[in-house]
């Protein structure tokens, strides 16, 4: 993927200045690594109060301290495995626990797996789609009534380049972030009454540890740079007008845009070749 500040979504004359964030709270999920480490220091270098969550709680520790030190906001962290069945009962517990109310919702965790369908761990496809498309549905369920209530934060939802046509060889990946995509256009239409700026970040190849447990296959074209993906979004939820999906980077526009128009006949046997690669 080439330079992602060249396409947000946005025309010139949407752009306005930078929104503040301050005395509002979102949660990061995934903000142990990668993309999720940019938003939080992006939301909290806009003054927002943090809620991370992942796995691995000594990351998010020194996150958290990182930000409280820069920004003097508060930094809440959740160690959660965010594909397990009592993950949402978790977090809004901690939420309600903390005495806090969400205004805005980044769902970052994802994972994908390389490989033919047939032979992939059939444990690792199902934690796949209750991480990818499971937790977003229940999170975004979750913490919905009060985010619009609020009308001062955003939702965020990572879906991929990925979600354009369907990928062989990362079959239920490509499928999952297709479905989060959808859901993310049907539900800024739900909400688009109130202040809440709903919006599906698509991003190309980005070098995070995504392809450490994806396996290197998983790419296709140069790799992204995560905090000028998620500066590409941040803009886009600056503008007057946030669309309902940013794909990041301008060639990934043009590629998606007709990935997504081309008949799946043709558009799946070229994607399969790319993927073996
Ligand atoms: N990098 C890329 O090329 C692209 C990434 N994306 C999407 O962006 C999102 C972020 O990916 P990226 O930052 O690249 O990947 P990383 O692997 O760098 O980070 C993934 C994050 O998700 C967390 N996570 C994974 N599984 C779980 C789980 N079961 N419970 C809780 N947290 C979990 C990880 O934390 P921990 O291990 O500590 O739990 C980590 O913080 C994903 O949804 C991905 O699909 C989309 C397009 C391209
Ligand atoms: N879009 C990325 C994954 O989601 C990739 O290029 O692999």
New binding site residues.
């Given amino acids: 993927?080439h330079s992602p500040t060249t396409h947000d979504g946005t025309s010139r004359r949407d752009r306005s200045t930078m929104r503040d964030y301050t005395g509002t709270t979102a949660i990061v999920?995934?903000?142990?690594?990668?993309?999720?480490?940019?938003f939080a220091r992006a939301l909290g270098g806009r003054g927002a109060n943090l809620v991370l969550?992942?796995?691995?709680?000594d990351?998010?520790e020194t996150l958290a301290e990182e930000l409280r030190d820069a920004h003097a906001v508060d930094v809440h962290t959740l160690?959660?495995?965010?594909?397990?069945p009592e993950?949402t009962e978790t977090l809004v517990a901690f939420v309600r626990e903390k005495g806090l109310t969400i205004d805005s919702l980044i769902?970052?965790?994802?994972?994908?797996t390389h490989g033919e369908f047939i032979t992939t761990d059939p444990a690792r496809l199902d934690?796949e789609v209750?991480?990818?498309v499971g937790?977003v549905v229940a999170f975004t369920r979750a913490f919905l009534p009060e985010m619009t209530a609020s009308g001062r934060g955003v939702l965020v939802n990572?879906?991929?380049?990925?979600a354009f046509q369907p990928v062989p060889l990362m079959a239920v990946?490509g499928a999952?972030?297709g479905f989060?995509l959808d859901f993310t256009h049907a539900l800024a239409y739900e909400t688009r009454h109130t202040g809440l700026r709903v919006t599906a970040?698509?991003?190309?190849?980005?070098?995070?540890?995504?392809?450490?447990?994806?396996g290197d296959g998983?790419?296709v074209g140069d790799?992204?740079v995560?905090s000028e993906?998620v500066a590409v979004a941040m803009r886009a939820l600056d503008a007057r007008r946030t669309p309902s999906k940013i794909v990041a980077g301008a060639k990934n526009s043009i590629s998606s845009a007709i990935a997504r128009v081309l008949p799946r006949g043709l558009v799946t046997p070229v994607t399969a070749r790319l993927m073996a690669e």
């Fill in positions: 993927m999920t995934g903000a142990s690594a990668g993309l999720g480490v940019e969550v992942a796995r691995r709680g990351r998010l160690a959660l495995d965010l594909a397990s993950a769902n970052n965790a994802g994972f994908a934690e209750r991480l990818n937790a990572l879906a991929s380049t990925a990946y999952t972030k989060v970040l698509c991003p190309g190849a980005t070098k995070t540890e995504f392809f450490d447990i994806a998983a790419r790799f992204a995560p993906v």
